[in-house]
């Protein structure tokens, strides 16, 4: 697996309502456009941060890569095209024909003949196959809930690694964390390219999950649309916080898996819109049995 | 063409920091399934304020349809699934073979024999093919140009517009204007559906354009992305206004189309990013011959 990481910022003047010239920071981004087995797959527009994590999750979120083991390797160029345009280049161990039965079984186990792309309203690489969807909504999630304390703390956290948004803003942040320690934090211009990075990452660091006392929780600067809800509950995570808000769809789902998501998170403030049983409050305050 | 306009916020509780329960809305979220002369092309998760301008605005600007004249019928039925879910049928009065040679004519122009399809970091649809991105970039906007004061009401009009936003959040909008003057505006849980209805609109209503004054600007709470650029530009539109920034791509693509993007736009404040020559600034102030 190479490392390609890319610039991440790009230096420009803009004209402000004063007509005075500011020199400013914009982030970057560039087209990757993954090859499968050479097989041409999707181009994403991304920071270029953890290049191939990202292209790792996405397979893996999108059902093309079905186990870890089953990656060979994962080479990233960025001196390609113009604009910094970049190719990923996916080896497998499978065979041709082993990916078409995965494929077929896959397709054929719902009663699909041919897999049908959703495209969603979230930022970022939208698309999911929609029997996912149904196929998600009766899985189990792990037990693990989360003190009140340690949302804040969280928060706080998060707050303090958005590096690029902080220098030239237009980014979503997206982090996994342990408990309140952070393992891994991303930016990126989607933020479903932020998460699907995370993905990817947990998927080269077994050790984890492995863990008997792994707590993980997601934090987020992105809205809780369905698909994040759905990226989240295929990774086993039971608790998002959010800075921003919930969609109808998103909540629905996130009450059907048991989902904790917590929005609108700021300092010392938030709010809980689901599996509120996982939310832990201080001695004296109200327990959250409703809603 | 049907109007079926769905309710745009949902009731809901939702526990805060103090273990309180409150009663807020959150914005709808729908699928809603395209069929194009009885072919299933796309799910779209969308806020169902105006179904059937954003399938002719998603039609347009995915090329799956080349004028308004060839649109026999849109029927917009919400009744159809769970959770709200829709179903949009398109008529068209192409003939399936018609259909497959502008579709083949279209591929073999660009050397493309399948179109790929790019799928992006803008919220929503995301999905361009990839060709139309070199083609636009040859294309030449119409001149057009925004005086300072013309921001600031603009911006000013645009803020009292967001009626989702302002109950419920988690929303983007989206506006045309003709000069200072709101013709349309939309709100969607993604900014990308904000502009396909936008478009859809402005292609059932040709009077506008067919005026010799017509002043096109957009306003968007989005990010200037490529895609949001590249979308802007098939509509003829010069100048877009966001509340947001901009990325690196975005602004390459802008400055090759002369398309004036001003971010950052708030209360008297933004940023000219590119093509300051359109941004009319009052006497007395410095001439923005730069960037």
Same mark, same amino acid.
């Given at each position: 697996m190479t490392q390609a990481r890319a610039a991440l910022t790009h230096t420009i003047q803009a004209v402000n309502a004063q007509g005075e010239v500011q020199t400013m920071s914009i982030p970057c981004e560039r087209a990757l456009t993954i090859y499968l087995d050479k097989v041409e797959i999707v181009t994403l527009m991304t920071l270029g941060a953890y290049p191939e994590w990202l292209v790792l999750g996405y397979l893996r979120n999108q059902r093309l890569?079905?186990?870890?083991?089953?990656?060979?390797s994962i080479t990233v160029d960025w001196?390609? *095209?113009?604009? *910094?345009a970049g190719v990923a280049a996916v080896k497998t161990k499978m065979t041709r024909l082993q990916r078409q039965v995965h494929a077929d079984a896959d397709a054929d186990s719902l009663g699909h003949p041919q897999p049908s792309i959703t495209i969603t309203s979230g930022c970022g690489q939208g698309s999911l196959y929609s029997h996912l969807f149904e196929e998600l909504q009766q899985m189990t999630l792990p037990p693990g809930s989360i003190d009140r304390n340690e949302v804040f703390e969280i928060v706080n956290t998060a707050r303090t690694q958005d590096s690029t948004y902080k220098s030239a803003g237009s980014v979503h942040a997206c982090a996994l964390f342990n408990g309140t320690q952070a393992l891994m934090s991303v930016e990126d211009v989607g933020r479903h390219n932020a998460i699907d990075t995370l993905a990817g990452w947990l998927w080269m660091n077994p050790q984890w999950t492995a863990q008997p006392h792994f707590r993980p929780i997601f934090y987020t600067t992105g809205r809780l649309t369905s698909e994040m809800i759905l990226k989240s509950a295929q990774l086993s995570v039971p608790i998002i916080i959010s800075r921003s808000g919930i969609t109808q769809m998103g909540l629905e789902l996130a009450q059907n898996l048991d989902l904790c998501c917590l929005g609108r998170a700021l300092h010392q403030s938030f709010l809980c819109y689901?599996?509120?049983?996982r939310l832990v409050m201080p001695l004296g305050l109200p327990s959250s049995d409703k809603p």
């Open positions: 890569l079905a186990k870890a083991e089953d990656l060979e001196s390609g *095209g113009e604009h *910094g689901s599996a509120t049983h």
